[in-house]
């Protein structure tokens, strides 16, 4: 294959953080991605209806001038319970989803619930009121590796009591999550990472240390990636892009208490291409990257497109002051 067009993809789960830095990463973001998804594990964290119309107003403004179709999409912190009136004006500021971190399991997740039960009356609302809950989904108090495991009785509990609600398992990493997602209503679905597709835990302390590749949920055995590989290359409309892009400054990742997150929507796509080509899968990227999250969510799917050439592509080593995946290296796919 020498060329691919495809819609602009829509990212489902993707880091924009705040200040100056936003700027550049929503720039960036807007080059690759049609619509994102942006959650709110911002410094204040997104919580209220004012924080969310400046927000989503500061990320147009910052990709206005390069990428005008840009759309963004909005969550908040679902750090503690909120009123059905809160609710419906935070969805005037664009807001389509909740985000739901447990306590202390990942970045600025310090006002993380303990017990996902005491959020029940919120949560209840969100289901009246046609949200989608976004989790992430580990366990806190568990060993590393089980975290995403140990949550899963929480995600069908939640599936059970709410079964209009709307439920994405946000990067999954194992194959148990795979399996659970599998096996729930269809009310149910996960968004799949990049770097969940490519890494195991060998890419991350198996030889030398790689800070950059460090994140949450950790990319566990072989056999987890197999999983996860194999639902997204399944063509099920449960399973969807959400890169889960989350760049920190190259000196927070490289230090001796390092920041969790890849910085992944510089390669994002075009490394999708060539890892659904090497599967044999190509003809499944289309909805995978702007279809199946689209339903899931109940938008219009993306008319514009975008054209992708094998053409080889050096990717720096820091872009927006961060460290890419596959930075320093070059990929097949370039954006025509
Ligand atoms: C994310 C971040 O840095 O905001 N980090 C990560 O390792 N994935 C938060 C998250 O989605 O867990
Ligand atoms: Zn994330």
Redesign the pocket.
Known sequence: MKQITIPLPDDF?I?LRQGDALREYAKTASLQFGRVLA?P?TVPPLTTPEQLKKYREEILDATSATAPHFEVYLTFKLNKNYSENELTELRKQGAIAAKYYPFGV???SQDGIKNIEDLYPTISLLEKLNFVLCL?GEEPNAFCLDREKEFLKHLSKLAKEFPNLRIVL??ISSAEAAEAVLNLPATVAATITVHHLILTLDDIIGDSLMPHHF??PLPKFPKDRDAVRAVAFSGNPKFFLGT?S?P?TKEKKECCCG????YSAPVAIPILITEFENAGKLELLENFVAGFGADFYGLPRQTKKITYIKENQKIPETVDGSVPLYAGTEILYSPL
């Open positions: 789960h880091h959650m594990n990942t970045t600025n992430h946000e990067h994140c949450k889960d989350a920190h920041a969790a997150g890849v």
